[in-house]
């Protein structure tokens, strides 16, 4: 159980487009999604909090007009890159949390490279 | 922010042997979770600790929260060459239970049969 997938596992795109990351959790509901990122060999950094329903929570320093997050349903989070520049090629990973549960794990999704050249 | 110093690095070991890691934190953190990461991969939930004091088991691994509320530890025994990847010590503050968590920089056990 509590298991989150990603699409796409990895994206390629030109400078300048916008990609789009999907977050699902497939067998449970998550009221709470989390976005991070993470670039080569180093830690996992909280870009944003996002909540079914109503707007997302950003981190200090990360733009919400770059990184727009929508999260529709209580299954799916989506994560929406805007102009992307070559800066921005990274491994984004998303968690969640299950509705209801009082301890405060997060289950990971398997992770999106992005690309951008 | 919160800060989390997880230490070593990274780790040279013969297969068999015991790991030790530890993360440590200039603040107060409510929950410790441990999570090992493969290349490529998401990071995988591998013990999670609610309380101070707390030692929980799951296998070969053990890990402890300390009693500060500022520490945490996580032990493997008998090394294994699938114990190879990337662990992640992670808290969550005293902000509740929809906060994020914030990451240690990660320990690499790579693993010489």
């Known amino acids: 159980g509590a298991v989150v997938s990603q699409h796409p596992s990895w994206v390629i795109c030109k400078s300048g487009t916008s990609v789009k990351i999907e977050c699902r959790s497939l067998?449970?509901?998550?009221?709470?999604m989390f976005w991070y990122r993470q670039f080569p060999k180093q830690s996992l950094m909280l870009m944003a909090t996002?909540?079914?329903?109503?707007?997302?929570?950003?981190e200090q320093g990360v733009e919400k007009d770059k990184f727009l997050i929508n999260h529709a349903s209580l299954t799916l989070s989506t994560l929406t890159v805007t102009s992307a520049h070559p800066e921005d090629s990274s491994f984004y990973i998303c968690?969640?949390?299950?509705?209801?549960?009082?301890?405060?794990?997060?289950?990971f999704g398997p992770g999106t490279r992005l690309t951008v050249t | 922010g919160q800060q989390l110093n997880q230490s070593p690095q990274s780790m040279f070991i013969q297969e068999g042997e015991d790991v030790s890691m530890n993360c440590t934190s200039s603040s107060i953190f409510n929950t410790w979770l441990w999570y090992k990461q493969d290349p490529g991969e998401g990071p995988v939930l591998l013990i999670a600790l609610y309380k101070a004091g707390e030692l929980t088991s799951n296998g070969r691994l053990t890990a402890q929260f300390g009693i500060t509320r500022k520490d945490s530890f996580l032990n493997i025994s008998a090394s294994i060459p699938s114990d190879v990847g990337i662990y992640f010590c992670?808290?969550?503050?005293?902000?509740?239970?929809?906060?994020?968590?914030?990451f240690g920089k990660g320990t690499h056990l790579i693993i010489q049969p």
């Open positions: 992670a808290g969550r503050g005293a902000g509740g239970g929809a906060d994020g968590l914030t």
């Open positions: 067998d449970f509901q998550a009221t709470t």
């Open positions: 996002s909540n079914e329903g109503s707007k997302a929570t950003y």
């Open positions: 968690s969640a949390r299950i509705r209801g549960d009082i301890n405060p794990e997060q289950y």
